[in-house]
């Protein structure tokens, strides 16, 4: 199973980006999808989580500026970060628990991150 971020990069101070994160492989079933993020010199935290039902959670430093959001059918979940600032820089982080065609149980699985730096 991979995944694969796309949409970071560079924005100034009250902007928006939009990142994107598909799940591919040997796949049964894609249960929660998140998004998670680590700053310069610090752990990576939790940002937004969503259930395959569509049920969201947020961190409350994003709550009110980003929006969680998934295309079951496609197995890809969305991050749309409205109203940026600086300290929403860092590398942000696709995860998925997924159940394989050969597991029985939900498997988490990380892609390699997407940086957003939020600077003027």
């Known amino acids: 199973v991979q995944l694969v971020e796309s949409g970071g990069g560079l924005v100034q101070p009250g902007g928006s980006l939009r990142l994107s994160c598909a799940a591919s492989?040997?796949?049964?079933?894609?249960?929660?999808m998140g998004w998670y993020r680590q700053p310069p010199g610090k752990q990576r935290e939790l940002v937004a989580t969503?259930?395959?039902?569509?049920?969201?959670n947020y961190a409350d430093s994003v709550k009110g500026r980003f929006t969680i959001s998934r295309d079951n059918a496609k197995n890809t979940v969305y991050l749309q970060m409205n109203s940026l600032k600086p300290e929403d820089t860092a590398v942000y982080y696709c995860?998925?628990?997924?159940?394989?065609?050969?597991?029985?149980?939900?498997?988490?699985?990380w892609g390699k991150g997407t940086l957003v730096t939020v600077s003027s």
């Open positions: 995860n998925a628990v997924v159940v394989t065609t050969t597991s029985s149980y939900g498997i988490p699985y």
């Open positions: 492989g040997s796949i049964f079933s894609v249960n929660t």
């Open positions: 969503i259930t395959s039902g569509g049920r969201t």
